[in-house]
């Protein structure tokens, strides 16, 4: 079992608790369209969300990152981790009837927004690593809104400092991620290389890492070798098209969770085909369909080793009709039914 969560039942009912570092670098997010509904039957996410000041636990915490700095091309998706929530006020409910899943008990807050740096790249990443370390260090599985691809480094890092053994993760995306820091910038194309050369504890075992959808003209042989090498699994999304998202997930658990104490899960939106995540950097024909992405995130955080996800690229002014963004809020809600439906069954 791993360290983080042994760390909850040691803590036992004290305050949760934030060092002065991390909350210092933590916004209140704005404020969402609304949390009443117009039906006293219907319960929304927003009506159950806690004030994690006053929580002595949760069981999950959002987090927005608004930073797309590292962006290669087109931006806007800073402006995702607001515009989400926005959008769980509308159309997050408390029931699934299709899981048979009501999150109404579940302890959850929302921790507002990272103050980024929006001119420095480590810079954020290092309050990243800082909020994220100490949100997980208190028991508390986080769901973090992107922001870029390239916060997954300090994502996965804040896992890493909190897990004795070592992490798995899987990701769903249209790229390999995986590309060499150029001159010594960091885009969000580099992730997942740097998590695998540069801790110098617990770095990532490239034998624990699944990219889930890569697709289409949007990736490099060179990098594909470089994953061969590695030993990377490699599954696109035409594989998942055809062997159908069951056997792939069950295949990237075995993969993901062999020898290891935690996964972390990482969807780019950008691995969901154009037609259902228009709103993104770099739109993908033939990508995943919006329910094996659904199904993935679901079976993948009813997983007992599944201890955060982040949900990147969601570019708001990029976006159609705020398709993108309700795609999204529904995946949160499959992570937050999930993690409901681990730690405490139906």
Not at 286 to 296: D, K, P, S
């Amino acid at each position: 079992m791993s360290n983080y969560r042994n760390y909850k039942k040691i803590k036992g009912v004290l305050k949760l608790k934030l060092s002065v570092e991390a909350e210092k670098w933590l916004l209140d997010a704005k404020k969402s369209g609304g949390t009443a509904s117009f039906d006293d039957a219907d319960l929304k996410l927003t009506q159950i969300l806690q004030n994690w000041r006053e929580a002595d636990n949760l069981d999950i915490g959002i987090l927005g990152i608004p930073f797309d700095t590292s962006v290669f091309f087109r931006t806007g998706c800073r402006y995702g981790p607001d515009v989400i929530r926005d959008t769980m006020s509308m159309y997050a409910n408390s029931y699934e009837p299709g899981y048979g899943v009501n999150i109404k008990d579940i302890n959850i807050a929302d921790f507002g927004n990272v103050n980024v740096h929006h001119q420095d790249v480590l810079e954020t990443h290092r309050r990243v690593e800082n909020i994220v370390t100490d949100i997980i260090g208190n028991g508390t599985v986080p769901l973090i809104l992107g922001g870029d691809h390239g916060l997954t480094y300090p994502n996965v890092k804040a896992l890493m400092n909190n897990t004795k053994g070592k992490v798995g993760v899987i990701m769903l995306d249209g790229h390999l991620d995986v590309r060499k820091t150029q001159d010594g910038v960091i885009s969000s194309g580099t992730p997942f290389r740097r998590l695998i050369e540069e801790p110098e504890r617990n770095p990532l075992d490239p034998k624990n890492f699944v990219e889930i959808g890569i697709n289409g003209w949007l990736s490099s042989k060179d990098y594909g070798d470089y994953c061969k090498e590695k030993g990377i699994t490699i599954i696109p999304a035409r594989e998942v098209h055809e062997r159908g998202y069951k056997d792939v997930i069950k295949q990237a658990l075995e993969i993901a969770g062999n020898g290891t104490d935690a996964i972390w899960l990482s969807v780019d939106i950008d691995g969901l085909d154009s037609s259902v995540a228009p709103g993104t950097c770099a739109p993908n024909p033939g990508g995943l369909t919006a329910h094996e992405a659904l199904e993935i995130v679901w079976t993948v955080a009813n997983h007992p080793k599944c201890a955060g996800m982040d949900l990147l690229e969601v570019a708001p002014p990029l976006d159609f009709n705020n398709i993108t963004s309700i795609v999204a809020t529904y995946l949160c809600m499959q992570f937050i039914g999930g993690i409901k439906n681990q730690k405490y069954g139906k």
